[in-house]
């Protein structure tokens, strides 16, 4: 009800604070049986970590992840699974001249309207210091699903104006921007810096992919797989769209044009994305998230502080130039957690199969 | 779980299949006291109905909804509204030819792979015909937030290659397109019957806003506003692709260009398409969504039928040549039921107005 | 949310009031392939139907239910299955001498407290009435739990002073009061009559078992098989306590008297009543409910209007003399609902069963 | 789904095992600007907490909780509050030899039968130790209440054979047993010795009252606020019984007898324990529940093992002898729970009060 929690029968809830004491997320419905090592959750939370280059945040905490529950002898046991990162390098008093100063394009403002209060230290829950508690709990859905042979895999496909030109995946994990396409990389890097230059930020453009998906995952009507993935999208900090297959371009095709024919080797083509009204269809499953330019930024703005009067802001603290870079394994994360619940939830669709 | 509900505290349950008996809705969660009567309810579902111009499928049905329960001397009284419409002009015997093939583009293949079976009389509950069940909620949500000083207007502003150049709001209901530009919407026409012509579809774009909503609606971290708004559209049948404020354009822009200053007036502009961190801000809420072409074509496409032999199939039955019409009234009933159910959700966000 | 739906996978939301148009519920998440035939959900339909003895209420209802969805060729499809029952007899001229009046014991006043206005017409959505939708959906889980060897079998135990002495199953459908004791049966009758003469009413016990459960279903914590049992019988109209097992005897009894020794032939007793930590153990599940004696008496009794003047009121209108009888198929339907529900719930409890 | 949550609103959703690292609590719902101290919390726990009479279990832990979010200076934001309690004195040793056993009466053989294994220490997640989760949570619940002018009180009113015959509010804190009545607090002590020094235990009954609650909280038909509250009580451990005012007497009542008159000062008595149809009525409420002797006894009972083979179990640890002395403090949370829960959910009942 109050928005903390995602999922059916894989369900996570989480709490936490940018400069609070921890963050966390308890998964509730994982099967048990399944092998966990802190260690595995623990790499997916290095992928997301902060200050691992110079076009992310410096702020360093070692994000490392502590299991309190639900797993015994290294397997899960069925019941709830909590996760606890403790936060480490918090400069609180960065916030302290702002802390009645609502930033631009943040939810400081919509907050204070909510709450008539809020925690003013680095954004407090609604900082993406909160996907590491994403992360964490999609790392066990990422396990439950490889377990069924489902592989997740996200990249960045477009900084400003630079595109990839090439989806080479084993070059992803080799540039610091998760991206397939060495050249694109360097290009997109350097866009970065040139905005970081000007004390601004940039744009970019995130694809994950879901290889492995059967057949029949996802639920009519409102439940639909890729309404849910639209809404896990959709809810990272700083994503303004979500598209699946086709997405936009649909617009201006025929139907001639965008339909995928089947055959009885499959589909020939696959402008649908993987699914098909609301169900994957067995392809492979694309989704693409469009993630705004950072809202802090070190150029002046116009602002009110929490009396209504005008001020001028120049956001200082530590910030990500292009926080659609660090968006992908957050993404492969909110993926993952859509694909290991409508897993579950389709186990009973059946009498056959009970 | 099974996927026929949305909203949490303002709550919709919906049943149906295209040629069942009937299909409904029960709403739970209205608050008791509000003024309803059947006509307002006809009023919208009249909007969404089929056979109303040559641009939209020649299905003739009347669409009478009949209140079954929750409705106690014209005004609600807390308990659950039922609500009914029958099917009438059913013509199943043109789904008996291909009932064992998988139509492109449908959930045809997607539902037998679930459920191991389907009712394949006009898509069943895969239809858009579904949709008139949530049109006749999202008339009691409306007249919920009208209460409250909340208005909502959806219309299409894209057909294939042709795009609105004003927004005459006066307009939109002037025509059978539902666009804000009659030149436009003539243009837009001609785009169909062309389409229709030559036996195939078009896409399009509907954008639909909501004035008048206060700051404070939305629930942080996964139950955003944005993020349910994403998953309320990405449900109506044929939506690829949701975007808010500024959408796939933030991937191109820095972060100067994207932010919206703020001044003891309000917002100086409104990129964020009146969202931020989740929660509105007082300023329009602006959502648009892509609908694919209607993949029901008359053009012989390649398929396989439910023993995965191949056939060909072209599609003949009575279809809108263009989903994204009829789309606009559905999607602003979805834009109603997300924030009727945010604005009750609110109603409890802080100590000092409970 | 608003408190009309109940069950998690197996989940249904009813509507209706005792004098509304309709009653009705949808069953959401059957699996398909279920058989499911109108006459079989009539067959318990009938069993909870009003005037069929001088003993209920001589309200005449023909209680005919109607399949709006759901069903394709006899089989259930997976999807959404919406069932209604038309009101027939209604005498609401009845309630307009008492419109603004309380009935002590009766949701009368807290219905006004709660919303401010009532459908004062036999009680409106607080009737007994409203449980012909439970027993309607009842119907359809009974037939997914015979599938996997689940019988569930509900029988009053005590009526007033009078007890049974024996338990012959046999017996429960030879009596106008499903008691499993002739005998009993009879002095029973009695002293309903008895009430009924001095325009009083009379309370009852009804115990409800299920068997064949295998061991496994419930969840740790609070959905509990006995928690989710509690709520389901404590919200039948009447009931004012349940008791799971040797229930309220326990508080007398010493751990040596009460724990059930484990054999590898199974247990040697069952004062648990077949459920542990909230988990089924394989044997049979021994639910008790005790429902108080109808409020509904012609005896004059002080209440108040709706102006808070005080006021007299002897209850008219049609009433059963002893609530308790038409409460057994009642509690059977919800008892077979909880069981559902749990079945499928614990389809995803380990990895080997996926 | 899986259980572990509470609570539509005001959600509580815990985690954690007798001897796992830590136990824990996320509560998600509680509106921002309600006062919250880590000791007005510690107090709760520190009555419920083990080793603090001869009565009850020598384990000794200090049960000190850490808030880990969702409070800034001293008042909830709105966002999720997580709190924590680390475990200190875990003797897992003392399982060891009994780790392929199943003790009877306990959930050792149905978590095994559910999920294919089992933490076996301690009773794992099966442990009431669980409950220090529920407490740190209705400590929150009951600070809103309070707020509210709701207060809540639990007592001991049976231990075996021993009943109270008064009831002062002064003298519950003043015995170890949590008794109302002086005199029987030391009959019961007595009892529970006897039981002790045969090995044995003794079950007891205990009551919990609310006073102040408005009249309109609970929500029709299923969510019903003694549904709720019977749901909330059998999810205690040990719990095999729950009645609401009369409770189970109101088998041998008739309607005369049972019935409250209401007059313009209220009702004139409270059969019905504070709620009519579902929905508080402004009266006290009055919840009563049954507590099993404690399975744990030192005296030797058959079981079998993991194999299925016969073997003798007695169980060493550390238990209490009688349960239902801390339970107390557990069922006044969980009454705290519902009633905030409800408190919320019925702000949005009218539109008058929106």
Known sequence: MAGNS???????????????????????????GLPIAAEE??????????????????RRESDRVQILSGVFEDLTTGTPIAMVVHNEDMRSQDYAATKDLFRPGHADFTYWKKYG????????????????ARVAAGAIARKLLAAQGIAIIGYVTQVGP???????FSAINQNAL?????????????????????????????????????????????DKL???????MMSINAVKGVEIGDGFRVVELRGSQNCDPITPKGFTSNHAGGILG?????DEIVVRLALKPTSSIAIEQDTIDIHGKPAKIATKGRHDPCVGIRAVPIAEAMMALVLADHFLRDRTSQMERL
């Open 6 to 32: 995602f999922g059916q029968v894989f369900r996570i809830t989480t709490f936490g604070e940018s400069h609070g004491v921890a963050l966390g997320v308890i998964v509730d419905g994982c099967p048990a």
């Open 41 to 58: 959750i623990q790499r997916d939370l290095d992928r997301r970590k902060p200050g691992q280059s110079a076009l992310t945040t410096q």
């Open 117 to 132: 209060r809020r925690d003013y230290r680095g954004g407090g829950r609604a900082s993406a210091r909160e996907t590491v």
């Open 162 to 168: 630079v595109k990839i030109t090439k989806k080479d």
């Open 178 to 222: 998760f991206c397939p396409d060495a050249d694109a990389a360097e290009a997109m890097a350097n866009v970065i810096k040139e905005a970081q230059a000007k004390k601004d930020s940039i744009g970019a453009l995130v694809e994950v992919v879901a290889q492995g998906v059967p057949a029949g995952l996802g639920e009519p009507v409102f």
């Open 226 to 232: 890729d309404a849910d993935l639209a809404k896990a």
């Open 278 to 282: 609301g169900i994957s269809n067995g």
